[in-house]
């Protein structure tokens, strides 16, 4: 396993991102999600963060589709605090979705 497979701990990025003041910066959107870097102390990281959400109990035989409840009416900028992202930064940790890009 190498330094980039590493998994990282939540805590460690919350306080990085409050300690450094760090800018995510938004890399793109693809298939229902916006893609944020964010670098940290130890390198720069990437995570998703989901803008659509696949109906439950849909009655009809496609899946429906809707915005995502969770981002409710927060706006979502190029570049932002990344403290400020950090709900949806714990989120894709614990998902294993926070991907060390670049050391």
């Known amino acids: 396993m190498n330094e980039m497979d590493v998994k990282i701990d939540a805590n460690f990025v919350k306080k990085d991102l409050y300690k450094s003041k760090a800018i ?55 570049e932002m605090k990344g403290s400020d992202l950090n709900r949806w930064i714990a989120m894709a940790i614990k998902a294993d979705k926070f991907m060390k890009i670049s050391e």
């Open 24 to 78: 995510a910066k938004l890399s793109h959107y693809a298939e229902g999600e916006l893609f944020y870097d964010v670098e940290l102390s130890n390198g720069t990281y990437r995570f998703p963060m989901s803008t659509v959400e696949e109906y439950e109990n849909s009655p009809h035989p496609k899946p429906m589709y809707s915005l995502s409840a969770d981002l409710g009416a927060t706006p979502f900028y190029v």
